[in-house]
């Protein structure tokens, strides 16, 4: 079974260049009442380094934001496919 990570970072492969700028925006605010990332980090972030801020930040919820954010493009294509991932704590493997 996938990582978290690499289910993460799969599924920021997919988005397009302007999407994922979309993406990055919507992070820099609050998401599901977790805080914003860093403008400063997320400027230059590529889609690694934006699951790396993204797991450091959102640890085990990281998931669910990822899903949040995905609505909000709108992505609901990719946001669906990720809902077939388990989000819950208790189901997930470490990151």
């Keep these: ?16 260049e302007n999407e994922f700028k979309d993406f ?5 605010g609050k998401v ?7 403008k400063s ?6 889609r690694g380094d934006t699951v790396d801020l993204m797991l450091r930040d ?14 909000k493009i ?3 294509d990719l946001e669906e496919e990720l809902s077939k991932f388990p989000s819950d704590p208790k189901a997930m493997h470490h990151f």
């Design 58 to 71: 959102y640890d085990i919820n990281t998931i669910k934001v990822t899903r949040e954010v995905l609505k």
């Design 24 to 28: 990055k925006w919507y992070l820099q």
């Design 32 to 38: 599901l009442g977790f805080p914003g990332i860093p």
């Design 74 to 76: 709108p992505r609901n």
């Design 1 to 16: 079974m996938e990582t978290p990570r690499e289910v993460l970072f799969k599924t920021l492969k997919d988005l397009g």
């Design 41 to 46: 980090e997320l400027e230059k972030a590529d």
